[in-house]
């Protein structure tokens, strides 16, 4: 097989972290990981925890941003975003249940806590989560900007006092009343 990435290596079996088949490229140093390949593997060794203390530098990970072809099948991979913390996305590839990881991307999966569960992350209820949280951030970012880092986190405190009430809509009410103390409205 060539490389899907690069187009000028040829890939070649190897293993990552020695421990389960991948097939890596001779000039980038990407690698093709079939999924089966993965969870077999995981399955025998269930008790191995991956090393997450991995000091890696941001220029030390590729991260392809154009659309890349499967190279068993020669169709189009989906990109998923690995954590709504990182921006970074592996490409996967549906048809033959294999995950193209650009050089770097393996140790950045083991920083982030996400080798042991590499096969999760191309589900939906894992894609679901991270757009999930991701906007969760974008609001609380967008609520920080408006009212301040303090206020905000006044806002917070309140709103989960609030919560925590017997006759929170009582008081919600009390709250937005303009004069809370007359009887007209």
């Not at 990435?5 to 421990?19: E, H, M, T, V, Y």
């Not at 951030?137 to 967008?142: A, E, K």
């Amino acid at each position: 097989m060539n490389c899907t990435s690069c187009k000028n290596g040829a890939l070649f079996p190897s293993f990552i972290d020695g421990q389960f088949r991948a097939h890596t490229c001779s000039n980038c140093g990407g690698n093709w990981v079939l999924i089966e390949d993965y969870v077999s593997w995981k399955e025998r060794n269930e008790d191995y925890n991956f090393s997450e203390d991995i000091s890696i530098e941001e220029s030390e990970i590729t991260d392809t941003k154009k659309a890349i072809l499967c190279p068993s099948s020669g169709t189009i991979m989906r990109k998923f975003r690995v954590s709504s913390e990182n921006e970074h996305k592996i490409d996967y590839s549906s048809v033959v249940g294999g995950l193209w990881l650009d050089k770097g991307e393996w140790e950045l999966l083991k920083s982030e806590g996400l080798a042991g569960c590499l096969n999760a992350v191309v589900t939906q209820n894992w894609q679901r989560n991270v757009r999930k949280d991701s906007a969760k951030q974008n609001f609380s970012d967008i609520y920080k900007a408006k009212f301040g880092n303090e206020t905000y986190a006044k806002l917070k405190e309140m709103r989960s006092w609030l919560k925590s009430q017997d006759h929170k809509a009582d008081l919600r009410a009390y709250l937005l009343a303009e004069d809370p103390y007359s009887a007209e409205k």
